[in-house]
């Protein structure tokens, strides 16, 4: 069993950066694709980025890509994601994700029903 907890989230001005990390307990990181979803309200959750377990390639949301950037530290079993040049848009509850199953080195996973623990999110508001 994995518990996710996720920290880092805040209100900001839009232009800001954050840094939301996610720590894990009972499993290690090391060996699990790891996912940054978010929901705003009154919308579904989506999908944000992705970190592969084998080479820790990294797959984005076309809407984050060059402002976010996930990262992992295995030695800390933690799973990062750096966001940079805020926006009001980017409002939500922002969920940290694990993929048990070993996904080969070629997919990316974004689907939210691949992932099968979740952390209970944290909110970020980025104001105007």
């Known amino acids: 069993q994995v518990q996710l907890v996720e920290s880092g989230g805040g209100l900001v001005q839009a232009g800001d950066s954050l840094r939301l990390s996610c720590a894990a307990s009972?499993?290690?990181?090391?060996?699990?694709?790891m996912g940054w979803f978010r929901q705003a309200p009154g919308k579904e959750r989506e999908f944000v980025a992705t970190?592969?377990?084998?080479?820790?390639?990294?797959y984005y949301a076309d809407f984050v890509k060059g402002r976010f950037t996930i990262s992992r530290d295995n030695a800390k079993n933690t799973v990062n994601l750096q966001m940079n040049s805020l926006k009001p848009e980017d409002t939500a509850v922002y969920y940290c994700?694990?993929?048990?199953?070993?996904?080969?080195?070629?997919?990316?996973?974004?689907?939210?029903?691949?992932?099968?623990?979740w952390g209970r999110g944290t909110q970020v508001t980025v104001s105007s």
């Open positions: 994700a694990a993929a048990s199953r070993p996904y080969s080195s070629s997919i990316y996973v974004t689907a939210r029903s691949a992932y099968d623990y």
């Open positions: 970190i592969k377990w084998s080479g820790g390639s990294t």
């Open positions: 009972g499993h290690t990181l090391s060996r699990l694709d």
